[in-house]
């Protein structure tokens, strides 16, 4: 079965940096297109980054230059590191993959929150 | 950057036909996909590529595309179908993924 879980979301303070995690199973994610999804409470959903099966790497501009999205194929799980985290950047962060298309978002994960207070 | 707009909300009658448009700047020139997201649950992709439809997905959603609007069809609308609708294209001049701000589907 396929399967995608996110973890590693929690509270953050300002400034504060966190990696999140996806682990996929029933597929190899080196060979789909991966990407980050975020929806801010009671809000919604916003694009926030997207790794090539290739390797090629792209990103929202509210997120470029502090978060990176990155694999690890003998772990088959995706990351994004996120940095100089902002209250705006509260959210539940959904991992997405696309076998065949980049910019479609087939299957999705449940997400996991990602709360930026002190 | 590329801006798609949607209408906040739509309501329809049980058994009649919803209509969800999504605007853009010349978007029938993009490739248009649409997701479904129910309260407290990820999105589900319903329709790709403008009209074509994901395996397990009714054939009572259906989509269209052309000139500034991109529009997805409910038809025969059950109670089940309640739920938020979300457009989203590729603007590949800022190689950047957008959604819509999204409409939430009433069933009355």
């Known amino acids: 079965e396929v399967q995608l879980v996110e973890t590693g979301g929690g509270l953050i303070q300002p400034g504060g940096s966190l990696r999140l995690s996806c682990a996929a199973s029933?597929?190899?994610?080196?060979?789909?297109?991966m990407s980050w999804v975020r929806q801010a409470p009671g809000k919604g959903l916003e694009w926030v980054s997207v790794?090539?099966?290739?390797?090629?790497?792209y990103y929202a501009d509210s997120v470029k230059g502090r978060f990176t999205i990155s694999r690890d194929n003998s772990k088959n799980t995706l990351y994004l590191q996120m940095n100089s985290l902002r209250a705006e950047d509260t959210a539940v962060y959904y991992c997405?993959?696309?076998?065949?298309?980049?910019?479609?978002?087939?299957?999705w994960g449940q997400g996991t929150l990602v709360t930026v207070s002190s | 950057s590329y801006v798609l707009t949607q209408p906040p909300s739509v309501s329809v009658a049980p058994g009649k036909t919803a209509r969800i448009t999504c605007g853009g700047n010349?978007?029938?020139?993009?490739?248009v996909h649409w997701y479904q997201q129910k309260p407290g649950q990820a999105p589900v992709l319903v329709i790709y590529?403008?009209?074509d439809r994901p395996s397990g997905i009714p054939e009572r959603f259906s989509g269209s595309n052309s000139g500034n609007t991109a529009t997805l069809t409910i038809s025969r609308v059950e109670a089940g179908d309640e739920a938020d609708y979300y457009c989203?294209?590729?603007?590949?001049?800022?190689?950047?993924?957008?959604f819509g701000g999204g409409t939430k589907l009433t069933v009355l």
């Open positions: 790794i090539y099966s290739g390797g090629s790497t």
């Open positions: 997405a993959r696309d076998v065949l298309f980049p910019e479609r978002l087939y299957q």
């Open positions: 989203q294209v590729w603007d590949s001049s800022s190689d950047q993924g957008v």
């Open positions: 010349n978007i029938g020139s993009k490739s």
């Open positions: 029933g597929f190899t994610v080196s060979s789909n297109y």
């Open positions: 590529y403008d009209s």
